[in-house]
């Protein structure tokens, strides 16, 4: 069945570091790829996806990749910020279905 | 646009009792997917619905059910709670179903305890 892997956390880094957070993923057919990002005390949003091979997903400094080949969707950014601060879910979705696939989620903390 | 809803945000309940919960999707949107967020499972998805039907369900005990209104709005029951039932309950909608990719809108969720 389908399913996800992400890299376990905790993530603690100073502001202005690089980061990687790993996701690698199962799945048949063709998948679409998600990031998302839970702040203290709400509810999932939507960071980033890709929706084909190759494709790139960016938003707000963060960026991730589609690699079929390596079946991974790794999530990077340059220079973090202390508001970055929250936990990071990478996730799937089979073609044209509604029902997600988490991974465990990764906590990141930002230190001033 | 108003954004996922969801009531009540906080809900305490004892073992045996029964539970609904409710989920307003952003206007517009016909699909309803219920997910559960506890901290040994993670997020699983209970399940989902369009058009007031029932089109996707995950691995959960019939204990766990839900339901459409004609006006896209949902509820989940849970009956017969268990301890292990405490969990953050989270809706997401969705414009549309049948294309390659249907962005999800996730509520705040509820925090049901079970004592």
């Known amino acids: 069945g389908d399913s996800v892997t992400q890299m376990e956390g905790p993530v603690t880094l100073s502001e202005e570091a690089f980061l990687t957070i790993n996701c690698t993923y199962t799945a048949t057919g063709y998948p679409s790829l998600f990031w998302y990002v839970q702040y203290p005390g709400e509810g999932l949003q939507l960071l980033l996806k890709a929706t084909k091979a190759d494709d790139k997903g960016s938003n707000k400094g963060f960026e991730a990749t589609y690699r079929k080949e390596t079946t991974s969707f790794h999530l990077e950014k340059g220079s973090v910020q202390v508001s970055d601060s929250a936990v990071y879910f990478c996730?799937?979705?089979?073609?044209?279905?509604?029902?997600?696939?988490f991974g465990t989620g990764t906590r990141l903390t930002v230190i001033p | 646009k108003a954004g996922v809803t969801q009531t009540p945000r906080y809900l305490i309940k004892t073992r045996g009792q029964q539970v609904t919960l409710s989920c307003s999707p952003i206007s517009g949107h016909r699909s309803v997917s219920w997910y559960q967020q506890t901290p040994g499972q993670g997020l699983q998805f209970l399940f989902e619905y369009f058009s007031e039907t029932q089109r996707n369900k995950g691995n959960f005990p019939g204990r766990f059910s839900g339901r459409q209104f004609s006006n896209s709005r949902s509820e989940m029951n849970v009956s017969t709670l268990e301890l292990g039932d405490s969990a953050l309950y989270l809706c997401?909608?969705?414009?549309?179903?049948?294309?390659?990719?249907?962005?999800?809108?996730f509520g705040p969720g509820t925090r049901l305890t079970v004592l």
């Open positions: 996730a799937l979705s089979d073609y044209g279905a509604n029902n997600l696939f």
């Open positions: 997401a909608s969705s414009p549309n179903a049948g294309t390659s990719y249907n962005e999800q809108f």
